[in-house]
């Protein structure tokens, strides 16, 4: 009995962890990961839905300009005198440069004029959508020796197509 619990009391004594092995790779791996880690961006873009003017008072007369994404075309109009231009799909896809072009002459003539209503069909594609939102929000123009984004209408309100 005596030899037993000998036997017993070898069986509870602890070793001791080496861990050094286990430190030196945490050493290398934490600062590799966070070198390497690609940091998310998010963007959010503030967007209006566009006014009813429902008041009293008989409505204003200024510029409001409309882009209507259809599927075969993306139309550019305003609320006074109708359609400015109609841009037809190419090869099945939407313009999005000579919507940018349309978009630089239009804002010549209103300079001041920073908001535009996007109103797209039902079964509009999101990435149409989100080109069409950046063809209307900026366009890239050359000053210098850098390329810079030149601000057409950034306040952008969106409804349904009519």
């Known amino acids: 009995m005596k030899h037993l619990r000998s036997r017993r009391g070898r069986r509870k004594a602890e070793a001791d962890l080496n861990i050094t092995a286990f430190m030196n790779l945490m050493v290398i791996l934490v600062p590799f990961l966070l070198i390497t ?32 994404i259809r599927d075969a075309a993306i139309d550019v109009a305003d609320n006074k005198g109708g359609l400015i231009k109609r841009i037809p799909r190419i090869s099945g ?43 209307v929000r900026m366009f890239r123009v050359v000053q210098g020796t850098e390329v810079v984004n030149a601000e057409l209408f950034p306040d952008i309100s969106i409804g349904d197509a009519p």
């Open 37 to 68: 880690a690609v940091f998310s961006r998010l963007t959010i873009l503030e967007l209006n839905l566009p006014t009813d003017a429902k008041t009293n008072e008989p409505p204003k007369q200024e510029f409001q300009l409309q882009i209507v």
């Open 93 to 135: 896809k939407h313009d999005y440069k000579q919507l940018s072009t349309l978009l630089q002459q239009v804002k010549a003539r209103f300079p001041d004029k920073t908001t535009a209503t996007i109103l797209p069909e039902q079964n509009t594609h999101y990435e149409t959508l989100v080109h069409v939102m950046d063809a």
